[in-house]
């Protein structure tokens, strides 16, 4: 056999050794060549070496037939390139990119691509600057990892400076470049774009498909993204795992209530689950029921809707199982409360040999904040031996939920002792619970910490340190974290002006908002709620009209949240038939929207209508709160509705299983006081496990200055002077109700006791809105 022939029969076992990734057959092989001197300086014969060992993971000995190579050419350099990328040493990789004495389009796309594979994007980004530098036209390879890169940094202004570069080179057809750049628009959220490069699309593929499923379901537009899986079947696209993962990842994201005609013509009665039982035949018909990733996702989406059910039948009937698989059970028992089934699961879990990872533990610990057993998830988060921040951030969500802002502060204190950085979401929980106790000095040693972790900027957390100042009434610093925000987006105005609405300062929160509306921002529910809360302290119904119109305007009056707002608005600037008319017009009515309605009826004076309204809001099914007693007590009081009173009250415990509190047994013993029953009233207070509270001896003392009840009046004055010593209250009550009897000697000695106890009494004031003005 002459030389010719003999290179390419050993060329071609190689290429069976590379196909085959047989190891020990290309040892043998590279020593028959090292052996026979005219094969060892063969160029052809070591690149194809290279890329063997390569091939079988052997960086070490590809590196040193490179090294041992008599002769070099662009190839060798390439394929050495090729598999120090591959084995992801790209520090040795740098090294031979810069050693390399010529370079081709293939040298810098190796870089580049295996740069992207491995999640540096910034730095792949830098080398492909540096080719378009020196002068290289990019491949559509080129073109298809940037435009991964820019998709993984949400870099979208990059990825459209390369696209109009694809345009100029003609490469936007290409199926790979087009591919790419669907998924970085779909990525970016930039759908528009998406669809257009979609449909310049001649013959789009599986690929095509999925990232426009997906890129249209991030940006909630279900229906269109199951449409273009009724497209994709239609066209006889290949429907692969991928396509049908991505499409039970859409239904899951439709929830319950999405409704579509994707497969069969449904109508209102069916549920988006219908569409995801179609998949899952599907799936089956199409024989993938093994796949381990797709099953997962059916296992997600059944867990999504609440179908518990099914997704345990689909679990149980897992040809294997992985972490994963039993995740998402442990999620979807947690986002049904049952929290019970999720710690059962997880020990399943353990005894079937699986370790809970990170996760395990987030899903625990986010079961047990659902179902409002902290104990456990806090039991749950000690038993970890190094928790991360995300688990720390569960418990925190916790506690804050629950309003255990004491154990939030302490758990973040440890987190600092054990020198756990916090992220974002740390900050944000930790400023909420501060507010919440109103912990300046903690507040601003947090400040200090996001400062330290440059998080400060972050507008979740600038809008928690806005929050804290505040609701500390330091709102000269919360405008000056305000005005340190390089972009304002709406949380952060709302935040704003909400701190300015809580300290009364409702003039300043309407510039603020004027301001907003000129910088381009819409305002939402929160935004409008707020407003009217101002609205309602300024007694302005002038202003509250034009924020109505405003809502109208937006498409926010059917908004049970703003409604409410609206109807407290109106009944607070005494036009109580304005709020009537809100009222009847919301087409849905939560216990808040009747709650304020006969609030307001009490605090207009129409007792009737309010309890009216009362028994209107039973009969709807409409299940009434604490809230809601507190409102038609109050009303019967100031109506005279006795009985009335008494009987609602009674019905609390016996009708409704609500446990009267401190305010219900106020307005009782009001109530009861207005009529003069005052023999109810002691009876009352002593039944009642709120001795000690002023406010009842004050509505009792205000009483009894009415009917002239000096004993009484003289015994409340005695319990509030114990209670609170320096309030002037009941002195004045007191001292009033002397002089209206004319008792001298007994207002002289009550004046003398407040002289004594160095009692001063704050001067009232009030105001009116008259012709547009205050």
Known sequence: ??????????????????????????????????????????????????????????????????????????????????????????????????????????????????????GFEEKALNVYHDMIREGYVPTHFTLASIFSACAALLDVAHGSRCHALAIKIGLDYNMYVANALLCLYAKCGRTKYAIQVFEEMEAPNEVTFTAMMGGLAMTDRV??????????????????????????????????????DVFVQVDDRFSSNVLGQQV???????????????????????????????????????????????????????????????????????TCGFEPDEVTYINMLAACVKSGDIETGRQMFDSMLSPS????????????????????????????????????????IIL????????????????????????????????????????????????????KIPELDIVCWNSMISGLSLNSQDREAFMFFKQMRKNGLIPTQFTFATLLSSCSKLSSSLQGRQVHALIEKDGYVNDVFVGSALIDMYCKCGDIEGARTIFNMMPGKSTV?????????????????AVCLYEDMIASGEKP????????????????????????????????????VLDHYTCMVDCLGRAGRFNEVEMLIDEMPYKDDPIVWEVLLSSCRVHANVSLAKKAAQELIRLDPKSSSPYVLLSNIYSSLGRWDDLRAIRELMNKNHVTKDPGYSWIEYENVM
Request: proline residues 1%.
């Open 1 to 118: 056999m002459d030389k010719r022939k003999t290179s390419m029969y050993v060329a071609d076992l190689l290429q069976c050794c590379i196909d085959k990734k047989a190891h020990l057959s290309g040892k043998l092989l590279h020593a028959y060549i090292f052996r026979n001197h005219q094969l060892f300086n063969n160029n052809f014969l070591s690149n194809r070496l290279i890329e063997f060992y390569s091939k079988c993971n052997n960086t070490n000995s590809a590196q040193h037939v490179f090294d041992i190579m008599p002769q070099r050419d662009i190839y060798s350099w390439n394929a050495i390139l090729s598999a120090q990328c591959k084995a992801h040493n790209f520090p040795v990789a740098h090294k031979l990119f810069d050693e390399m004495p010529e370079r081709n389009v293939v040298s810098w796309n190796n870089l580049i691509s295996a740069l992207v594979r491995n």
């Open 223 to 260: 229906v269109e993204a199951l449409e273009m899986f009724k497209l994709m079947h239609k066209k006889r696209v290949c429907i692969d795992s991928v396509s049908l993962s991505s499409v039970l990842g859409v239904c899951a994201r439709g929830g319950s209530g999405g409704k579509s």
């Open 280 to 350: 899952h035949c599907l799936t089956i018909k199409l024989g993938f029921e093994s796949d381990l990733h797709l099953s997962n996702s059916l296992l997600d989406m059944y867990a999504k809707y609440g179908d518990m059910d099914s997704a345990d039948m689909v679990f149980a009937n897992l040809p294997e199982v992985s972490v994963v698989s039993w995740n998402v059970m442990l999620a979807g028992y947690g986002q049904k409360y049952q929290i019970q089934k999720a710690i059962e699961f997880m020990q399943r879990m353990q």
């Open 389 to 428: 921040v995300s688990s720390c951030n569960a418990i925190l969500s916790g506690y804050s939920q629950n309003e255990n802002h004491k154990e939030a502060v302490q758990l973040f204190r440890e987190m600092q002792f054990h020198g756990l950085q916090s992220d974002r979401t740390t900050l944000a």
């Open 432 to 483: 909420s619970s501060c507010a919440a106790l109103g912990l300046l000095e903690a507040g601003k040693q947090v400040h200090a910490a996001s400062q330290k972790s440059a998080f400060h900027m972050d507008k979740y957390v600038a809008s928690g340190l806005i929050g804290i100042y505040s609701k500390c009434q330091k709102t000269e610093l919360a405008e000056r974290v305000f005005c």
């Open 593 to 609: 929207t009747w709650n304020e309605m006969i609030h307001g009826y009490a605090q207009n004076g129409y007792g009737d209508e």
């Open 625 to 660: 709160d604490s809230i809601t007693f507190i409102s038609v007590l109050t009303a019967c009081s100031h109506s005279g509705l006795v009985d009335t009173a008494v009987e609602i009250f009674n019905s609390m415990q016996q009708e409704h299983e609500l446990i009267p």
